[in-house]
């Protein structure tokens, strides 16, 4: 699976968009991009995934560039629960599925 | 229900104690994963289950021992622990073990004196 490179922390003021960037850049063509957050004392918790295109949910929505070397998550309007370890991660799934992640960056959203 | 629920919150146990973590849920998913987390670090994997059978164990020392009773339950059997296995233990499932969304609880937090 491709390394993934993401700034250790960034902050947010409350309801601005928040976006948060990842570079994959030796991502191969059947690896997908997957976003996870942490929030302090809980689980991680699946925000999106994709591959090629551009994806959106009701949580937030996944900028993936062209020649998939980076992607941008973007949290449209950041509220003080946002406030977590966001996990950039790529993976081919397939058997024996195996979600390894990496650091993260520690978004903080300030009132 | 999409929660996966993890018993104890929180548990102190000394070396020579044996005990076990629980982790349970409804949502069909016939994959299950135990993982470690230290403080302040990303969590790393140590089992998955498929259909009940164990598919990965990550060069997890023996003192950890996995069960997955039905497709429903996963438990991890601890003994002789050491205080450096001090750590949150995360349980997570998803639909199947090439699914890409995990749904993880909220861990156990064990300190190991």
């Known amino acids: 699976d491709a390394k993934t490179t993401q700034p250790p922390s960034m902050d947010c003021a409350e309801g601005r968009a928040a976006n948060l960037p990842c570079n994959h850049s030796t991502i191969s063509g059947n690896e997908y991009v997957y976003w996870y957050r942490q929030i302090h004392s809980q689980g991680p918790q699946y925000i999106i995934h994709?591959?090629?295109n551009n994806e959106t949910n009701e949580m937030a929505s996944l900028i993936i560039t062209e020649d998939r070397k980076s992607s941008t998550l973007i949290l449209p309007h950041a509220t003080l629960r946002d406030t977590a370890v966001y996990y950039c991660i790529t993976n081919s799934g397939g058997s024996n599925y195996k979600l390894t992640f990496g650091k993260g960056t520690l978004l903080t959203v300030n009132p | 229900d999409t929660e996966v629920t993890q018993t104890p919150k929180h548990l102190v146990m000394g070396m020579t104690n044996k005990k076990s973590l629980k982790c349970e849920q409804h949502?069909?998913?016939?994959?299950m994963y135990w993982y470690k987390q230290k403080a302040k670090k990303p969590p790393e994997l140590m089992f998955v289950?498929?259909?009940?059978?164990?598919?990965i164990n990550e060069s997890v020392p023996s003192r950890f021992s996995p069960e997955c009773p039905n497709s429903s339950l996963l438990n991890l059997h601890l003994h002789a622990l050491q205080p450096e296995d001090s750590a949150l233990y995360l349980c997570?499932?998803?639909?199947?073990?090439?699914?890409?969304?995990?749904?993880f609880g909220s861990g156990t937090q064990l300190s190991v004196l």
């Open positions: 289950y498929s259909y009940e059978k164990l598919s």
């Open positions: 997570a499932s998803s639909y199947s073990s090439s699914n890409e969304k995990l749904f």
């Open positions: 994709g591959l090629k």
């Open positions: 949502m069909g998913h016939r994959a």
